[in-house]
């Protein structure tokens, strides 16, 4: 049974950094994508960062290059995300999910909404304050 838990939100200031954490089970990582979005309150959600397994390559959408970065620990079975210069525009809950296909794939049919991989567990709130 495929199963993610993302954690490590909190209040942090604006400008200030955070670190999520996403543990994974079920699978291995060199056969799925992992992913990062987030949903702001009243509005859709947005993808944020994915790792393809196989080739380790990682991709991020364009509002948080340079001050995301997404790394695996596969033996660990945990992805993380490192939120730095973070913006009240940052505030969402953020969650990780997985599929089998790769980040390309939801690059290129689903506009890199990775919400719309198969397998996602609850998230964990970002708040980023004035």
């Known amino acids: 049974e495929v199963q993610l838990q993302a954690s490590g939100g909190g209040l942090v200031q604006r400008g200030g950094s955070l670190g999520l954490s996403c543990v994974y089970s079920g699978f291995a990582f060199d056969d799925y994508s992992i992913a990062w979005f987030r949903q702001a309150q009243g509005k859709g959600r947005e993808g944020v960062s994915c790792?393809?397994?196989?080739?380790?390559?990682?991709y991020y959408q364009d509002s948080v290059k340079g001050r995301f970065t997404m790394s695996s620990d596969s033996a660990g079975n945990t992805v993380y995300l490192h939120m730095s210069s973070l913006k009240l525009e940052d505030t969402a809950v953020y969650y990780c999910a997985a599929d089998q296909a790769s980040c390309d794939y939801f690059n290129d049919h689903h506009d890199y909404d990775y919400g719309s991989m198969y397998y996602w567990g609850k998230g964990t709130q970002v708040t980023v304050s004035s």
């Open positions: 790792i393809t397994g196989t080739s380790r390559t990682t």
